[in-house]
């Protein structure tokens, strides 16, 4: 199973709105409301940003948001902040073969 | 506060296993509700899901990766491990361990550990 198709890299200006695309196939992203995007600093693990495609656990701000539309999930992050300089990651339940799959990541640039 | 930290070596010799433990405060890893997962990084790269292991001593694991993994739990240590055998270079990665919510999303991450595979 492939790696979903990320954006090796995205950028925008503070106060911006900036979407990061996530592509798999119909036998996951399609399938499943079971995408989930993280957020990573420069030698820190991964951080929880969405999970089942839309949801923010608690302490999230309300700026990051998900979306599916057929076989692509989608990040939004809206009004840029200097502190979401990060790599993206996005993560799809794939079936009970294959399990989960990653993105290759996505490295924001904040202007 | 749920907490993971992941301990073992930071070298492995290639064709050895690599042998990682993971240990969990805050909650009992035998809560049928969790389950626990590894996901590595190799350096410079994007996340690898390893595979996830469950109280009821089952597990899922990568098609790429199955025939050399093992992970289990230690209830009486409140640890989860991963064994990883004839390792190369390929393997060099951060591996974290997780909290893992079914096979959706992991919510509690540990540190993560470098393992690097050398001679």
């Known amino acids: 199973q492939s790696a979903l198709t990320q954006p090796a890299s995205v950028s925008g200006s503070p106060g911006q709105s900036i979407t990061i695309s996530c592509t798999g196939t119909s036998s996951d992203v399609g399938s499943y409301n079971r995408v989930s995007w993280y957020q990573q600093h420069p030698g820190k693990a991964p951080k929880l940003l969405i999970y089942?495609?839309?949801k923010r656990p608690s302490g999230v701000s309300n700026r990051f948001s998900g979306s599916k539309s057929g076989n692509t999930a989608s990040l939004t992050i809206s009004g840029l902040q200097a502190e979401d300089e990060a790599d993206y990651h996005c993560?799809?339940?794939?079936?009970?073969?294959?399990?989960?799959?990653f993105g290759g990541g996505t490295k924001l640039t904040v202007l | 506060q749920l907490q993971l930290q992941e301990s073992g070596p930071g070298l492995v010799k290639p064709s050895e296993t690599l042998s990682l433990t993971c240990t969990v405060s805050g909650v009992s890893v035998s809560n049928s509700n969790n389950y626990w997962g590894w996901i590595r990084q190799p350096p410079g790269k994007g996340l690898e899901w390893i595979g996830t292991?469950?109280?009821?001593?089952?597990?899922n694991y990568n098609p790429s990766l199955k025939s050399r993994l093992n992970i289990s739990i230690d209830t009486s240590k409140n640890q989860f491990s991963l064994k990883l055998s004839s390792v190369t270079a390929a393997d060099t990665a951060v591996y974290y361990c997780?909290?893992?919510?079914?096979?959706?999303?992991?919510?509690?991450w540990g540190q993560g550990t470098l393992v690097t595979v050398s001679s």
């Open positions: 292991t469950y109280p009821s001593g089952g597990s």
């Open positions: 089942e495609v839309t």
């Open positions: 997780a909290r893992r919510t079914g096979e959706s999303y992991s919510d509690y």
């Open positions: 993560s799809s339940y794939a079936g009970t073969t294959t399990f989960v799959i």
